[in-house]
């Protein structure tokens, strides 16, 4: 742990993330917090308040990616106004945007990717002495290695388990920014429970692109079913969550384990993304509609009023409304607790983005709304069950 500066000790510069996307990067905007910490530095209120401004971006949809350009572009005026000021743009977008980011955001002073994260503290303390740029991207792996103890959240926080992913579906752009699966060693895994443990914290979601296949990398026989056995295991757990799984790497063992272990919250977060055997095909998912419901009866089978969420796409290169009514109906014969969906969006350089994007505008709003409003129907017939049931009868 380096040393806290003692230059900082009488004015501690302040750092402020501000983070797109998902759980990972949540989860490393407060490894990259931690890490500033340890040397003396602080969290700013506000971007008005810090001395480094970094976005921590996602690249999953064209979307969320826009958003942190305009939102970085906007910070040209605060530059001007307050020329000291170190701006960083991290996480997915600088890995994949590597080359064109200085380009469009001129004002920023350093890119780089998530394999960057622990070097992060010493590219800012450097451009704060010798402001020349930097763009630090194209090593996609991190150091497996123990993190800083701060947590943002002191009831329920994340732990990641692996970083990665080998499955190249092929509308992601995940294995291209974060590369291929890395399962962390168990031992830090769980000394990280623990300090969380000891800070007070109750609940712990495990991380991971497809936690179904921690271990496989690691060939000491560990898996995620004796990974949740032993953080279990540790004191002061309340709660266990998991995300994400992936229906290809998912067993019937992982049911029983849910069942079994009464920290572990029963749901399962399980992205479907279409109800058609081509589509499915074509996005290189690996598993069919079929198994998908298999899937699912095998888990209520283990835990009937297990939480069920998913994530579909509508719109992938070749969805027909044949394609798309069989998307339809197999949400209507799971009924999901919830669903996330999303309109697809070529990500190049993933495998799909060199495809046609041929599902209109239009058609693709339509579809959206369609399971939208599927799902919230189901929603509210889950409730209404559920308030029933508790409800003495009239
Ligand atoms: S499983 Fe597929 S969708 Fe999920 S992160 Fe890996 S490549 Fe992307």
Redesign the pocket.
Known sequence: MPEKSKTYEKSPPKVFIRTFGCQMNDRDSEIIYGLFMERGWKIAESVEDADCILFNTCSVRHHAEQRAYSNMGMLAKLKRRRPGVILGFTGCTAEKDKDVVIKRLPHVDLVAGPGEIYNIPDYIEGLMKNRKKIVAAGKLERPDRENPSYRGNKTGTYVSISEG?????S?????YVRGRQRSRKKELIIEEVKSASEMGVKEITLLG??VNSYGNDLKDGQNFMTLLEEVHAIDGIKRIRFV?S?PKDTKEALFQTMRDLPKVYKHLHL?LQSGSAKILKAMK?GYSPEHYLGLIDGLRKYIPDCNITTDIIVGFHGEEDSDFEETYSIMKKIGFDSAYIFKYSPRPPAESSRLADDVLPEVKKERHARLLELQKEISRRKRDSRRNEVLPMA
Request: proline share 12%; glycine share 0%; charged share 10%.
């Open positions: 992913c080998d499955n190249f579906c509308y992601c752009i995940v294995p692109q497809n994400t992936h992205p998912r």
